[in-house]
């Protein structure tokens, strides 16, 4: 999915998107919320591809 889908998906900028796919950057917990929502995943999954 590009960042440009995902920020559609997830009603945020793209710019915002860029940012939070930094390295270091946490995102607020509501961007958690919706990508979890949004592609059906676990706080584990997250966590593994760290």
Do not use: C, G, W
Not at 5 to 15: C, D, I, N, Q, W
Not at 27 to 35: G, I, R, S, T, V
């Amino acid at each position: 999915m590009s960042q440009e889908e995902l920020a559609k998906r997830m009603l945020l900028p793209v710019k915002l998107i860029k940012v939070y796919e930094k390295r270091n950057v946490d995102p607020p917990l509501h961007y958690h919320a919706n990508f979890k929502a949004i592609f059906n995943v676990t706080d584990e999954d997250i966590n593994q591809l760290k």
